[in-house]
């Protein structure tokens, strides 16, 4: 396992501050409206909902270690959650680009090559978005069409999604993006095992998803909808949806606004506009909160210094990968 500098270290801890700040202060802005929600919703729901959300989060970082092993580094379980939730606090930083820049040094102290775990970054979101629009575009027709009607720019990209989940589709692509960035190509190819556990738990994920904003939605429905299948559904559809499209306005922390905007379009057969804007709310300060109690779990997940954590690379040296990687 590499060790940072002392530079190194300090600028990690910088970052870490001013991303816990930040989310210290999305927390704050959403805390008054969130409390309101709280009782109408319930404190029994609006648990249920953490703990769904807390389950999402773990399938979502399972999605990135399934793809940084078919690209070559396998991580220990407890190596590849300290990585990837202390990382994934770079997502509050504006421009989307910060978690897979901080998931990329902390790889590598655990033996992954920046640019793998660089590579599996992109690919992770990637394939969230493509499972989300396939999410969204298969439940939406049957129970939220206006949501459709005005997102419809987003679910136009879902065939281009589809195709390119396929595994030599996607191995192109990523060899594509590696020689315009001038970087080592791939070891090999894409499995078709590696991604299709990758899209797995990818809905898995989303499936977590739908019923935290279910048990938010279900105690204040107007009874427009009493199937409580046909409601599940469409939570899964709508959070799918104003996900995707949040992480799409990539100028948006989080996507923050750009989600809670779609999530009251989605919403519209079940609850009225201000309902759904408290349940939006409500389910920004979950996911923010859960975002803070992994990455707190994965602080203290941190492997120790005998190497225990480090990756098991299948190819090679590490320390000559990962100069050929920065070439």
Known sequence: MRSPGRLGRLLRTAFLVVAVVLLAVALRENGAEARAALGSVGLGSVLGSGLAVLVGLLASALVWRALLADLGSRLPARAALHVFFLGQLGKYVPGSVFAVAAQMELGRDHGAPRSRVGTAGVLFLGVLVACGLLTAAVVLPLTSPRALEQYRWVLLLLPVGLVALAPPVLTRLVGLLLRGLRRAPLERPLSARGVGAAVGWALVMWAAYGVHLWLLVRPQGDGVVSDAGRELLLATGAYALAWTAGLLFVVAPAGAGVRELALVAALAPVLDRP???????????LMTLGD????????????NAHGRGAASPRVGDVQQQERAADV
């Open 275 to 285: 309902a759904a804007l408290a349940v939006a709310v409500l389910s920004r300060v």
């Open 292 to 303: 803070l109690v992994w990455a707190g779990a994965a602080a203290l997940l941190r492997p």
